[in-house]
């Protein structure tokens, strides 16, 4: 089904150091029965990489502070305070002009996304990227006799959540039998795609098999979804190969998320060499 490969830093801001766990002073004192977590997921697309952001909190009140200081800073920005964050508008110099944020310049609305995730961090928010390389997919996967499935950016949503639940788990230091409690909350996914062996299917069935199953019903508009939006929308343009105008931003705000990033490489030999050489994967593609 591919290779992962898990990465506490983006490669190419690799002097960051790995995110910390921070833990407010009351807690600490605090025996811990069961961990709880709260997430908010999305995914984002570019020409040549597919992105899950999850955006998590260990305490359901750190959730709610984050949700207030995210509110505080769209209210900041002159806008009413329940006003969507949707990346795709808000950076979007025409789409920009249908929404509430049309007095922005590009520019404010990008020193917009950096506050909206420093106020993220301040709340203890911890940061996980799933990665889907698709240039290293075959365009078609055998199905049976005669029959094939062809790639589509469906088939990489799943195996982007799969590989943020994968840095999710990696990065809380989940252990064998451990019990954690989690609320995930992630945009309605109703697309349906063929996977091999498994016939027709709807993402969201793939999304539960990795035990991170959303919560029923929503809520679907919760502000820290846009959250997730925003980091994943992001990273794609920060980490995808293909030129952007806004990528130096984008960098800027995946460095102040600092994220622990889960790969997900079909096969080694589909990598391009010089993606090998800048993610330092050498002759193997580590853990």
């Not at 520019?107 to 996304?113: A, D, I, M, V, Y």
């Not at 062996?197 to 035990?211: A, D, P, R, Y």
Request: with cysteine; proline share 6%; aromatic share 10%.
């Amino acid at each position: 089904m591919g290779t992962f490969r898990i990465d506490v830093a983006p490669d190419s801001l690799i002097e960051l150091a790995r995110a910390e766990v921070i833990k407010h002073p009351s807690e600490l004192a605090l025996p811990i029965l069961e961990k709880r977590y709260v997430l908010f997921g999305d995914e984002s697309v570019a020409p040549d990489i597919v992105t899950y952001g999850m955006v998590c909190f260990d305490r359901l009140s750190h959730a709610n502070s984050a949700t207030f200081a995210f509110q505080r800073a769209i209210s900041d920005a002159g806008v009413p305070a329940d006003s969507r964050v949707h990346s795709r508008e808000l950076f979007s110099g025409e789409a920009r002009k249908k929404t509430p944020w049309r007095h922005l310049t590009e520019n404010e609305t990008w020193q917009l996304g950096e506050r909206l995730i420093e106020g993220l961090r301040d709340h203890y928010a911890r940061f996980f990227l799933g990665v889907v390389y698709k240039d290293t997919f075959p365009k078609q996967i055998p199905n049976g006799l005669g029959r094939s499935v062809q790639i589509r950016n469906e088939h990489c949503y799943a195996f982007g959540f799969i590989s943020a639940a994968a840095a999710f788990s990696h990065g809380i230091r989940l252990q064998t039998g451990e019990k954690i409690r989690c609320l995930v909350f992630v945009d309605p996914q109703a697309a349906k795609a063929t996977f091999w062996g498994l016939g027709h299917v709807q993402i969201q069935q793939l999304m539960n098999s990795t035990g991170l199953t959303p919560v029923p019903g929503g809520p679907h508009d919760h502000l820290l979804l846009d959250a997730a939006d925003l980091f994943a929308y992001s990273a794609a343009r920060a980490l995808s190969e293909a030129p952007a105008r806004n990528k130096a931003i984008c960098e800027r705000i995946l460095a102040i998320s600092r994220p622990e990033i889960c790969r997900h490489f079909w096969a080694a030999e589909g990598i391009p060499p010089k993606m090998m050489e800048r993610l330092g994967l050498g002759s193997g593609l580590g853990r």
